[in-house]
C-alpha cells in the first residue's frame, strides 16, 4: 500500500475525525488553511478538517504525505517550527500521551508538546501503526511487526512512568533488572538508573547493591566510586548472598589497595624532590668552596 493510500483510508475510515479530500472542500476553506497554518503547497494536501466557526479554514488540521499541519499546536522544544506548526510522521524516537496532549521526540532531539483536544488518542495510535507500517518490509511478519522499536518504547514508557509512580521497591529493581538485560541502547540504561537508586532509597537491599554497582561501572550514569563505596557499605548490614558480600569485600580492598598506591606514589615523588633537592645544595656548597662562579651558576638552575 502507498504512502497517501494509507495515510486517506487510517484518517477517512474513523469517522470521528471529520477530514475531508481536498477535492471535497470549498477553495476559500484550502486557502484559509494556506495563509494561515499550514505551510505547504496545494498539491501537497490529501487531508483537510475544517474547524472554523466562519468556515474559512483558519482552524482545523491539514494532511500531508510527510505530517500534519494543525492550528491548535501548542508548544514546541527544542525546534525552530512555529506554534502554528508542523508535526512529521517520519523520524520519531518516542511518543506517549497524556490527556489531551502528544508528548513526541525526534532523533534529532527535538521534543514536541502538542495539544490535539479529544482527538490526541487517534493522532497517537495513527503514529504507531505509521511507524510499524513504514518498516513492514523489512521487518517480516506480525509478530516482528509488534516489536518495532517505537512500539515497544511506548510500552516500556508507561510501565516505566507507573512503577515510578508507587513506593514498590521491588517493582522498580525488578524492572530495571528487565531494562538492563534485555536492552543496549544508553536510555535504557539510564532509566534502570533511575529505578535502582529510587529502589535503593527505599531500602530494598538487592536493589541498594545493584545501585552500587552501577556507581562503580558507571552503567547508566557517571562513575562515582566515592559514592558507590557508600552504597556498598549499606547493603553490607543486609542479608545478601555470601556472593554478593564477596563482591563487596572484593570492592572495599580494590579502592584500600588504590589509596594505598596512590599515597605510596606521592610519597615516592617527595622523596625524589628532597633528594634532588639535597643534591643541588651539595652541588651548590662544593661550587662556593671552590671559588667557581660559573659552577655555582649551574648547580643553581
Partial sequence: MMRKEYIKNYFLNDNKLYFQEKGEVKPKVIKGALSTYARC????????????????????MVITEKGIYCSGFSQVYGSDIPTNGFMPFDG??????????????????????????????????FLIKWNTYETKETMGDEDDMKKHPIAVENQESEKYVEVLQTNNAEAMYQL?????????????????????????NL????????????????????????????????????????????R???????????????????MRIK????????????????????????????ASK
Wanted: glycine share 4%.
Fill in 176 to 200: 530495571a533488572l528487565e531494562f538492563d538485560t534485555t536492552y543496549t541502547q544508553q536510555k535504557y540504561k539510564k532509566a534502570a538508573f533511575v529505578l535502582l537508586r529510587k529502589a535503593a
Fill in 271 to 298: 622523596e625524589k624532590q628532597k633528594a634532588l633537592e639535597e643534591d643541588k645544595k651539595k652541588a651548590e656548597m662544593k661550587c662556593i668552596e671552590e671559588n667557581d662562579t660559573d659552577c655555582l651558576s649551574t
Fill in 41 to 60: 503547497k496545494e498539491d501537497e494536501i490529501l487531508l483537510i478538517r475544517n474547524d472554523s466557526l466562519l468556515g474559512n479554514g483558519k482552524s482545523g
Fill in 248 to 266: 563487596i569485600q572484593k570492592y572495599q580492598d580494590e579502592i584500600k589497595k588504590k589509596e594505598e598506591e596512590k599515597y605510596f606514589e606521592k
Fill in 203 to 246: 531500602g530494598y537491599k538487592p536493589a541498594q547493591f545493584a545501585y552500587a554497582e552501577a556507581l562503580q561501572g558507571g552503567k547508566g550514569t557517571k562513575k562515582n566510586e566515592l559514592e558507590a563505596e557508600k552504597w556498598f557499605l549499606i547493603a553490607k548490614d543486609s542479608e545478601l548472598k555470601n556472593e554478593q558480600l564477596e
Fill in 92 to 125: 520519531i524516537r518516542n511518543v506517549r500521551i497524556e490527556k489531551h496532549f502528544l508528548y513526541i521526540t525526534y532523533q534529532d532531539e527535538s521534543f514536541y508538546k502538542l495539544y490535539f483536544s479529544i482527538y490526541a488518542q487517534n493522532i497517537y495510535d
